[in-house]
């Protein structure tokens, strides 16, 4: 078994009792990360948390919670801050095509999310990149009151006034390039 990535854990290595590991995402895991995926969209992260792995049969019942902050842009100023994010997830992870077997479902399938494991090993690392994926808002903003750029000379209305901002800014179409927001 080749283990390039951290967080591959050996299903054979996971007690009856279930396995908790405790998660601490810093910037060696981040770095690895950008480097396989250049247009990743935080440049920054640090995130904390458990999972708890626990078999059924063969299949791996994978439950955590994540906290901690991401690097994003604005969707509006465009500047960088941190924002807090958090999940918690259930997922069941069943045995993928090459390693089917014909056994029964052994958990009700309702209320968890399914996905699917080949080989000895799980990859914890990529499972964690998914969650981490799904935490992040879709528009963030660095405050819900942040004013944005003026559509018209691209300065920063959070931090002074242009001489763009007369009433012609009023109307709902004086700033069309805001609609891409
Ligand atoms: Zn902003
Ligand atoms: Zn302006």
């Not at 791996?60 to 100023?77: F, M, N, Q, T």
């Not at 390693?99 to 000895?120: I, K, M, P, R, V």
Request: hydrophobic letters at 40%.
């Amino acid at each position: 078994m080749t283990a390039k990535k951290a967080l591959q854990i050996s299903i054979k290595a996971i007690p009856e009792t279930g396995l908790e590991i405790a998660i601490d995402l810093g910037p060696e895991w981040l770095a690895r990360w950008h480097g396989e995926d250049p247009g990743l969209e935080f440049a920054d992260a640090r995130i904390t948390g458990l999972v708890r792995l626990e078999k059924h049969g063969r299949d791996i019942l994978v439950r955590g919670r994540l906290a901690g902050h991401l690097e994003l842009a604005c969707s509006r100023c465009l500047e960088s801050f941190a924002a807090p994010a958090a999940i918690d997830f259930d997922l069941l992870l069943v045995p993928g095509v090459a390693a089917a077997s014909a056994e029964g479902e052994e958990l009700s399938l309702t209320d968890l999310d399914l996905d699917y494991y080949t080989g000895e090993a799980l990859d914890l690392e990529s499972l964690l990149r998914e969650q981490i994926i799904l935490m992040m808002p879709l528009k963030p903003l660095c405050d819900e009151t942040c004013k944005g750029l003026c559509a018209h000379c691209g300065t920063s209305l959070n931090r002074e006034t242009c001489p763009c901002q007369t009433d012609a800014v009023n109307s709902p179409f004086a700033h069309p390039a805001k609609l891409k927001m």
